[in-house]
Each structure stands twice: as C-alpha cells, then as structure tokens.
C-alpha cells in the first residue's frame, strides 16, 4: 500500500511528522498513522506552555480500534494547540499533513531534528515496516 508522505517535512519512527518553520514546528501524525488507526474519534492535546522531551507522551489519540500515544519528535515548549482536532478529531483520517496538525512548538534543541528522517527515510522505512 503506498502512503502520502509530504517532502518537506521530518518524521520520527514512531508516525509523527514536525515541520520547522524558524525556531518553531508543527506537529502531526502521519498518513500511516491515520491509516493504521482507522476512524479516529478522540483527541486528547496537551495545555499551552507544556514542556515535553523529544519522545515523550505529549498526547493521546483514539479509534474504534485502539488508543495510541502522540510522542513528541524533538523536545519543545506548545505554544499553540489545534482545538479543531479535538473538537472533530474525523479530521485526521482525511487531512493528516494539513489543518489536522496537532501542536505548534518551539524548539528547545534544533539539532534533535538531525535523528528524525526525511520523506525518502520514511518512505524506506515505512516499506520495511509492510514486510
């Protein structure tokens, strides 16, 4: 099965994308994520001015199939949450990469990026996954 995967953004092995704009990054979960979780219906987003380290739970999301933590790609402050999501959290199976975008970070540490993977990475990786 081949899965969106936008090329301008990083993605962590654990599905969730950031894309930097300056010192600050938008955070998501990927196609695949959205895919494997099936319909989502709950979205549990963290409060404005948490602080949360790279990998760490900064979230919860739901489906009618199961429940799966969000965790943070790099380490940062939330400077804005998407109560959109929250409120109709459907979004996510059909726009992942883009008005269902989860938290607006700023980035504590900008070299944290250097771990993540870009679009081709992801796209091996993901590859490797369905074997």
């Not at 199961?66 to 959290?89: I, K, R």
């Given at each position: 099965?081949?899965?969106?995967?936008?090329?301008?953004?990083?993605?962590?092995?654990?599905?969730?994308?950031?894309?930097?704009?300056?010192?600050?990054?938008?955070?998501?979960?990927?196609?695949?994520?959205?895919?494997?979780?099936?319909?989502?219906?709950?979205?549990?987003?963290?409060?404005?001015?948490?602080?949360?380290?790279?990998?760490?739970?900064?979230?919860?999301?739901?489906?009618?199939?199961?429940?799966?933590?969000?965790?943070?790609?790099?380490?940062?402050?939330?400077?804005?949450?998407?109560?959109?999501?929250?409120?109709?959290?459907?979004m996510l199976n059909s726009?992942?990469?883009?008005?269902?975008?989860?938290?607006?970070?700023?980035?504590?540490?900008?070299?944290?990026?250097d771990a993540l993977m870009?679009?081709?990475?992801?796209?091996?990786?993901?590859?490797?996954?369905?074997?």
């Amino acid at each position: 099965m081949t899965f969106k995967i936008e090329p301008d953004l990083r993605y962590a092995k654990t599905d969730e994308w950031i894309r930097v704009e300056g010192d600050e990054g938008v955070v998501g979960i990927s196609d695949y994520a959205q895919d494997a979780l099936s319909d989502i219906v709950y979205v549990e987003l963290p409060n404005t001015g948490d602080m949360f380290a790279a990998g760490t739970t900064f979230g919860v999301v739901e489906s009618v199939k199961a429940a799966s933590d969000l965790l943070l790609p790099v380490s940062g402050e939330v400077l804005a949450t998407n109560d959109a999501v929250v409120d109709s959290p459907e979004m996510l199976n059909s726009d992942p990469f883009g008005a269902a975008w989860l938290v607006r970070i700023r980035l504590s540490d900008p070299s944290e990026l250097d771990a993540l993977m870009d679009a081709t990475a992801y796209a091996a990786y993901l590859e490797s996954r369905e074997h």
